[in-house]
Structure formats: structure tokens, C-alpha cells
């Protein structure tokens, strides 16, 4: 490994499996220093087990590495509280926040209850803000006397939410609130205290996407074990890496899907169309005159 990475000091949430735990060793192997979070719970949030963290810390710490273990609730705001003092106290400071921890709550639309609604927006959308929202806060008071000091937030999305999928509009509304949410922080904290803000949409074989219909037999382990495993978790922490690394050249406030061998640049919503009544109210009739110029040939429907 290029070591890139040596003393800087990462968090990581939802890190006992899968993704997380991924992203953790990749960050370690690279020289970081490691708070592994994760509550445990299953796949729907329900439960705790340190195991799964402790698990990712002993593979790290068996490689050589750094890592702590913290089972905070980072949907909570004492939780997330905790976890950041645990960074601080294990290792003095801060540079790199992955936030990862997710659920799952799938329904089709007309059955979906509040409370699938609600949890999947306390995981997700709290679950990012409450660690981000004090992690900033620490790199606000450390360039008041330091200076920017060139830190990375790296916020999961997903390809949900970056195109909708059916029976997750919980999850999908909140992922792509993510990616914004992600472009927003950039936008707060890149130019004053020189913090980086990515999003991730990842695709890969994990807890939650093997529970969506279908996708079983899609990403799936290659029978033949030569053949590239495309949807392998692994394969997308390299990203996570390298973004994370000091003065890495990838613009912040940007939007990426990783999956397999293929990265891909996503833009935020951008104007496709656009038509003026010329100055006057627009009335039912000059609106059939002139929608169909929103949109291409191809785009109207037959």
C-alpha cells in the first residue's frame, strides 16, 4: 500500500460489515487510524451486537493497523456525540468521516407505514446529519488555529436514490437527500475550513441489497474464481481511500457511483427544457400549444 493515509484519523459508520467494514480495512491498509462504528442491529436496525465491529477492528488490527471499536447510535444525537469523543479521545483528532450506516423498511407505497417511513429517515437522514453536523463543528474550531486542514466527508447515497426503485420510496427519498445534502456541506464547509464533501452511490453485494427482489441472483459470487467478482464490496473502497487522502484532486461537492470497475460522475439537477408566454400569465390553451417543447421527440408519449 502507498501508506497516503498515514496519520490521519478516520470514522466510519455502520462499519462491522459489508461496505463499512470494507472501506474501514481499506482505509486502515493506507495508514488511517480507525473508529469502527456500528450498533450491530439487523438489516431492519433492530437489535445490538458488538461483534460485527469487533470482528472489523481484529481483522485491521491482524493487518497491523490502528482501530477503536464504538457502538454508538449515530441517529442519536448523544450517540453521535459519544462517537465523536471517541475519535478524539482514542486518537487526538479527526480527518476523514465516512458515514455508511443504513436499514432497510421496503413496502410498496400504498402499504407503507409511518413507522417505516420514519425509521428509514432517523437512520439515514439523522444517521448522516448528527455525526456530520459535530464533526464539522471540530473542524471549525481547529481552523480558527490551525488553518482548512484538508478534511473529507464522504456521504452514502445509493442507486436508489440517485433513480428511484420500486417499494423503496422511503429509502430512495432519503438517499437522494443524501447526495444533496452532500453538495450542501460543500458548499458550507469546503471554501471556509477546507473540508471535502463527496457522495456515494455504491453498488456492491451486501446485507440490504441482497434483500431487494431480484437482486439475489444478480450479484451473486462468479462460480468461476477468476472472473472478476464485479459486485464485490471491496471493489469500491479504493474509492473511499483515495478521496479521503490529503489534497486529493477530485472536486468536492461531487457525486459519484462506484461499482464493480466503472466510477461514474453524476451531475445535480440541471434544466433539460425551457419555454416564456412571453411576459404574460400562461393559460390552459397556450399550454397545450407549447409543452411538448419541453421535451424531445423521443421523450413524448405515443
Known sequence: MSGRLEGRVAIVTGAGRGLGAEHAKALAREGARVVVNDLGGDSAGAGS???PA???V???KASGGEAVVNGADISDWDGAAQ??????D???RIDVLVNNAGILRDRMLVNMSTDE???IMRVHLRGHFCPTRLVAAHWRERAKTEGPSDAVM???SSISGLHGNVGQANYAAAKSAIATFSIVCHMELNERYGVRSYALAPGARTRLTLQTPGAEEQVKVPEDSSVFDYWNPANVSPFVAWVASPKCPA???TVFLVQGDEITRYQTWSPVGIISAGGERWTMDSLDDRFRELFTPEEWPA
Open 49 to 51: 451486537d458488538p461483534t
Open 54 to 56: 469487533q470482528q472489523t
Open 58 to 60: 481484529e481483522e485491521i
Open 83 to 88: 462517537l465523536v469523543q471517541c475519535a478524539l
Open 90 to 92: 482514542s486518537f487526538g
Open 117 to 119: 417511513w420514519d425509521d
Open 154 to 156: 464522504v456521504h452514502t
Open 251 to 253: 472536486p468536492s461537492g
